[in-house]
């Protein structure tokens, strides 16, 4: 499995940004890297996903406000996240997909406070 090291997290007031990172202890080749939120009592979601090849994915209620992206060759993922709202405080995890296996992070918390 790969062990990925997560960064950036914090305290921040609406409309303000933060940028995550997450870099890959490992250089394999990695299909798939993306960011998932939990928030207390809800369930596990995708906020922004990107392929090897650059094609992005995002959930509905990041779009236009949050860009994920990766440098390949440092096995590192961000997700620059703008116009923050109190709806995006939760746990953020790092996930890699590579051929057959899926590595998580441990997550790192983000709160949106006035």
């Known amino acids: 499995q790969v062990q990925l090291v997560e960064s950036g997290g914090g305290t921040v007031q609406p409309g303000g940004s933060l940028r995550l990172s997450c870099v890959a202890s490992?250089?394999?080749?990695?299909?798939?890297m993306g960011w998932y939120r939990q928030a207390p009592g809800k369930e596990r979601e995708l906020v922004a996903s990107?392929?090897?090849?650059?094609?992005?994915n995002y959930g509905d209620s990041v779009m236009g406000r949050f860009t994920i992206s990766r440098v390949n060759a440092k096995n590192t993922v961000y997700l620059q996240m703008n116009s923050l709202k109190f709806e995006d405080t939760a746990v953020y995890y790092c996930?890699?997909?590579?051929?057959?296996?899926?590595?998580w992070g441990q997550g790192t918390q983000v709160t949106v406070s006035s």
């Open positions: 996930k890699t997909q590579t051929l057959g296996q899926a590595s």
């Open positions: 490992e250089s394999i080749f990695i299909n798939v």
């Open positions: 990107i392929t090897r090849s650059g094609i992005t």
